[in-house]
């Protein structure tokens, strides 16, 4: 990988999770920037407030993750000055697979996972690929760590299955503290076995009064 | 202004060396309602009045936010005025992803000055029959800039566009000087009266008017007409002309009174 002059990523490693509850959305992502075997720093937020209910969360290359953010945000200033109103969730999820197809043949290296509150208040998570193929879940995870910690969610979250007649709530009736402490738990899991994830645990929450951040210590091996 | 034989395009001079094309272009900013503007060190006003074509029509957006630290009031062709906001926006917008920070506003106001430039040297094309008051924030402080069709601007201290707009401006010659140091309060209760001024005998309500303000830990945006009408209230009770006592004056945020009040003052969406 380090011989070719060609290749033009890198992955800075990383884990994403975000839980949908009736009347909250869980974001969280830890905060180690990696390279290799490499640790750069111990401190930096792979979390991006794109709107009052919307939280965007990407783990990849943070060069792309960087411009990805921007993008998005510069996108939404000129949504709010042509609609006098702020991107709600599923507008910024389909404004975010439209970005990320855009560059179909040049992918932004990044594995985004969306949270916020839908038009009617209800926890909200979309899970994407590199290339934009997206999917309204009730629970997600994305980076290193995500074949860790998603089979912890499967079990703990037990979404119905999309498929059943009528159509099943896929939001977890867990409360938003419990929701919380399962994101720690399954961060501080993930942190024992993947080298990539650990130092820092940011923990982002959207609930009818706003945004909230919290931050939790991991370990740092 | 008469007809001449050199006035048919704007690639004509005159022999006494007009673009009258251009001055045309100026008089139409003089026939639209009128718009006011003044800064201090801190802060910067501006002020519209709320003209609409019928009793049965909605009043014309005069205000247009540019960016958190810019905004504009237009005078003349609403149309064109609409579209060079949006241009404002987009040359905001592009700065702050580009340098990660605001566009200073003397920047903003030469981006503006040069695309009304080019429409008075092109064959094809008209200038601009608007004329904006650009007020804004940046690290050199509060600026007031006028931009004209012909792609002039200047930088004022205080200033007056649109019709019956020289009353405003006597006011503002006799108060300027002191502008400076105003506080934020006064500075708006000069642009209500500045604003009254042109309104030539009209009683002055709050849905008559437009406010707006940027400055020092305020992102530029329009006072909502209850705490306008406040303002109102509290200069008709000093006697005559606006005075420094009253920090009473300086009205609390308090509930609009009536829902529809703040719903009336919303502008609908396809006016961007």
């Known amino acids: 990988m380090a011989l070719r002059g060609d290749w033009m990523y890198e992955n800075n490693g990383g884990t994403c999770v975000a839980i949908a509850g009736i009347d909250y959305c869980v974001v969280a992502a830890d905060t180690r920037l990696s390279v290799g075997y490499n640790i750069l720093t111990r401190d930096h937020s792979k979390i991006c407030s794109l709107a009052d209910k919307v939280v965007l969360a990407s783990s990849g290359f943070q060069g792309d993750i960087r411009a990805l953010h921007k993008n998005l945000a510069a996108r939404h200033l000129l949504y709010q000055h042509q609609h006098n109103k702020q991107m709600s969730c599923p507008a910024m999820g389909q404004l975010l697979s439209n970005t990320l197809y855009y560059k179909r043949f040049f992918p932004y290296y990044a594995f985004n996972v969306l949270g916020g509150l839908d038009n009617e208040g209800k926890g909200c998570v979309f899970t994407y690929d590199a290339v934009g ?89 | 202004m008469f007809r001449n034989q050199y006035d048919t395009d704007v690639t004509t001079w005159s022999p006494a060396g007009r673009l009258f094309q251009v001055e045309y272009a100026m008089e139409a900013v003089k026939q639209g309602s009128a718009a006011v503007g003044l800064r201090s060190k801190t802060h910067a006003v501006l002020g519209a009045v709320n003209k609409a074509a019928s009793d049965l029509a909605s009043h014309q957006r005069k205000l247009f936010r540019a960016d958190q630290h810019v905004g504009v009031a237009i005078a003349g062709l609403t149309a064109d005025g609409r579209v060079l906001s949006r241009f404002l926006r987009n040359e905001c917008i592009n700065h702050s992803f580009v340098y990660e920070s605001p566009l200073p506003v003397s920047r903003l106001v030469v981006q503006l000055a040069d695309k009304a430039q080019v429409c008075t040297q092109r064959s094809w094309k008209r200038p601009f029959g608007v004329g904006l008051l650009v007020a804004g924030l940046d690290e050199t402080g509060a600026h007031l800039y006028y931009n004209c069709p012909s792609g002039n601007y200047f930088e004022y201290q205080a200033f007056a566009i649109g019709s019956r707009s020289q009353a405003a401006k006597t006011f503002l010659e006799r108060r300027f000087q002191e502008y400076d140091t105003y506080s934020r309060e006064d500075l708006i209760k000069d642009a209500l009266f500045a604003i009254k001024e042109t309104l030539q005998g009209e009683k002055l309500t709050a849905q008559l008017c437009t406010v707006a303000i940027v400055g020092e830990g305020e992102a530029f945006h329009i006072i909502d007409q209850q705490t306008i009408q406040e303002y109102i209230d509290a200069m008709e009770l000093s006697t005559g002309g606006p005075d420094e006592e009253a920090d009473a004056a300086a009205p609390p945020s308090a509930e609009a009174q009536e829902g529809g009040e703040g719903a009336s003052s919303e502008p609908a969406p396809m006016d961007i």
């Not at chain 1, 099943?168 to 994101?183: G, K, M, N, W, Y």
């Not at chain 1, 994830?197 to 210590?217: C, F, H, P, Q």
């Open chain 1, 133 to 221: 193929s997206y999917e309204r879940v009730g629970y997600s995870t994305q980076g290193s760590g995500s074949s860790l910690i998603m089979p912890v969610l499967d079990n703990q979250l037990k979404s119905p299955s999309p498929l059943l007649l009528p159509a099943r709530d896929a939001v977890t009736p867990l409360s938003e503290t419990e929701a919380v402490d399962l994101v720690k738990d399954v961060f501080a899991s993930a942190t024992e076995r993947d080298i990539y994830t650990g130092d820092k645990l940011e923990i982002v929450v959207i609930n009818a009064s706003g945004i909230k951040r919290e931050y939790l210590e991991l370990r740092k091996d």
